[in-house]
């Protein structure tokens, strides 16, 4: 079964192609918020260097989010555009589990993490210490205290990764300083997700058929974009 991976729910644009056994061939490019130009020709040259055709692809596989809105729009609506075309399932999958799954089986909490921007975190919370990540806390969205209280709350030694937890390490480090928990950071690479984890996941899914259509597929968004947030500031003030 051949997979197609999209990842694009941060500043970075990710494509895999695996065959459920192993990855053939995968690229990770920094963006700059230049997801849409970057895609359709990433993907060309992943299945090139995979020797895949697009009509060899059986399952597309997108990040869902949360992340930052527009490129997520971008993966999102050019995983359905492919999968409709080619007329195969889709498999949808959150940034904050392709994050946990990214780091090694440890018996610590892992804390999933994603800037939101506003001074604000993504964040999730999984076991890994008994195979695939098992999530222990649902996504949320909120200030840096808040994601502070919920692993004070777990009372748990932490293995915190992602860009959030990176951009704000100061921050939550002095924070749970005095708590007494131990907290290890995550290597700086795995900051972003991505798409290679992803075509694991989705390959482990689709052997079980846990798959939808590309009209059923939903973006986990948690929260309003920047620009509607703006625009209903400037409407009640």
Not at 8 to 23: C, F, P
Not at 99 to 104: N, Q
Not at 169 to 194: N, Y
């Amino acid at each position: 079964m051949i997979v197609l991976a999209i990842d694009t729910s941060t500043d970075a644009v990710s494509v895999a192609v695996n065959n459920s056994k192993q990855l053939l061939a995968g690229a990770h490019v920094t963006s700059d918020r230049r997801h849409a130009e970057l895609l359709a020709p990433m993907i060309e040259n992943v299945c090139a260097q995979a020797d895949i055709a697009m009509r060899e692809i059986d399952v597309v596989a997108v990040d869902i989010g949360p992340g930052l809105f527009t490129g997520m729009r971008v993966g999102i609506a050019s995983a359905k555009s492919i999968a409709q075309v080619l007329d195969v399932p889709i498999i949808g999958v959150s940034s904050l589990d392709i994050l946990a799954r990214s780091v090694s089986t440890t018996d610590r909490v892992v804390l999933s993490t994603i800037d939101a921007r506003r001074g604000e975190l993504y964040w999730s919370m999984y076991r890994n210490d008994v195979g695939p990540s098992i999530e222990v806390k649902p996504p949320r969205v909120g200030q840096i205290s808040d994601c502070i209280v919920d692993v004070v709350d777990r009372g748990q030694a932490a293995l915190i990764v992602g860009n959030g937890a990176l951009r704000y390490r100061a921050q939550i480090s002095e924070s749970l300083e005095t708590t007494g928990l131990s907290i290890e950071w995550a290597s700086e690479q795995l900051a972003q997700p991505s798409a290679a984890v992803l075509a694991l996941i989705a390959a482990e899914l689709a052997l079980h058929e846990q798959w939808q259509t590309a009209t059923e597929l939903q973006a986990l968004y948690l929260r309003q974009a920047d620009a509607e947030i703006n625009w209903q500031t400037r409407v009640n003030s």
